[in-house]
Nanobody
Framework: QVQLVESGGGLVQAGGSLRLSCAAS????????MGWYRQAPGKQRELVAA???????NYADSVKGRFTISRDNAKNTMYLQMNSLKPEDTAVYYC??????????WGQGTQVTVSS
């Protein structure tokens, strides 16, 4: 059974930083492209950052230059370093495979709230 567990969210002031973690189990992590998604209130879930098995990365324009995605295959863990946070980054953040996700893999997510 695949389990993806997100952690590291919290409340931060605009301009601050947070580091999210995604711990994976039940999946051969190293052979999957992975991504961070977010869903703000009243909005659709969107892919904000993705990393391939080889380590190539892609970012949504809204986070480019501020967020950095990384992975540690030995630890079956993926990270999202978020700097220069803005109120519009407020959302629940999830991890899943990317660019295509598996609906059954969605976890509880981790809440990120950025105050102005």
């Amino acid at each position: 059974q695949v389990q993806l567990v997100e952690s590291g969210g919290g409340l931060v002031q605009a301009g601050g930083s947070l580091r999210l973690s995604c711990a994976a189990s039940g999946i051969i992590f190293s052979i999957n492209g992975m991504g961070w998604y977010r869903q703000a209130p009243g909005k659709q879930r969107e892919l904000v950052a993705a990393i391939t098995t080889g380590g190539s990365t892609n970012y949504a324009d809204s986070v480019k230059g501020r967020f950095t995605i990384s992975r540690d295959n030995a630890k079956n863990t993926m990270y999202l370093q978020m700097n220069s946070l803005k109120p519009e980054d407020t959302a629940v953040y999830y991890c899943n495979t990317a660019p295509a996700y598996y609906p059954a893999y969605w976890g509880q997510g981790t809440q990120v709230t950025v105050s102005s």
